[in-house]
Nanobody
């Protein structure tokens, strides 16, 4: 089992930036990829970005491409989400997730059901 703890959320004005961190502990050597999702009240959990540890392949939702960047370090211990040019519609709880499986196509990493470990989330609020 992998335990995930997010940090870095907060309140920011539109156009600003935030950097989220997700620190993994436990059986981190089993993780194949990590991702970020977000969820707003009354909405389904939405894919934001993912990164595989093998090859460091990255995948992004269309809504954040060019504005957000996912990266990782510490041999599968930490993953970041750099968020630039934030918009009010980016307001949500951001959750970190990990999966132990390597999938053949990037589309698989966009599905929340493909992940088996989740953090509690960190709130990001963007004011207009």
């Amino acid at each position: 089992q992998v335990r995930l703890v997010e940090s870095g959320g907060g309140l920011v004005q539109a156009g600003g930036s935030l950097r989220l961190s997700c620190t993994a502990s436990g059986r981190t050597f089993t993780t194949a990829a990590m991702g970020w999702f977000r969820q707003s009240p009354g909405k389904e959990r939405e894919f934001v970005a993912a990164m595989t540890w093998r090859g460091k392949n990255t995948y992004y939702a269309d809504a954040v491409k060019g504005r957000f960047a996912i990266s990782g370090e510490n041999d599968r211990g930490t993953v970041y989400l750099q968020m630039n040019s934030l918009k009010p519609e980016d307001t949500a709880v951001y959750l970190c997730a990990a999966t132990t499986l390597n999938y053949p196509h990037g589309n698989y990493y966009q599905a929340a059901i493909k992940y088996d470990s989740w953090g509690q989330g960190t709130q990001v609020t963007v004011s207009s």
